[in-house]
């Protein structure tokens, strides 16, 4: 049976008749009183291993947390690094889509105006031998054809 420091305090041992306390008795409570304490100091030491180890658990969970709020702050600051980086590039990109499409139009309005040119002096040429044929067919055949 274990005592409590209460119930230790308000207990008294029997007296014997003539001289005091029976030993037996007395000895018997303190037994009981011995064992009482030594469960209770060893709970006590367990208290204090696991307070110690929930202690260690702790720096050790505090130590992580760190690490990992350092290592979000990291995270982020690389993926607006990496936004801003792909910003640049699609930027770039654009750009130079704009600069093949203003080449690409450059190049088709020279073919344009190359053609159109070409044209002219293919109308010019056929005129000219429209106009010779027409000057050498008499008129007579120029009526039958």
Known sequence: MALT???IRHLKPPKA?????????VDALLDEIVVSF????????DFADKIEQLEGDLVRYRELESLLRTTLVSAEKAAVT???????EADLIVEEARAEARSIARHARADHDR?????????????????????????AEAEAA
């Open 17 to 25: 008749v003539v001289r005091g306390y029976r030993r037996t008795s």
């Open 115 to 139: 053609l159109l040119g070409e044209i002219r002096r293919m109308r010019s040429l056929l005129r000219a031998a429209l106009a010779a044929v027409e000057d050498d067919v008499p008129p």
């Open 5 to 7: 420091p209460v119930e």
């Open 38 to 45: 030594e469960d209770v100091w060893r709970e006590r030491a």
């Open 82 to 88: 990496l936004k801003e980086q792909a910003g640049k």
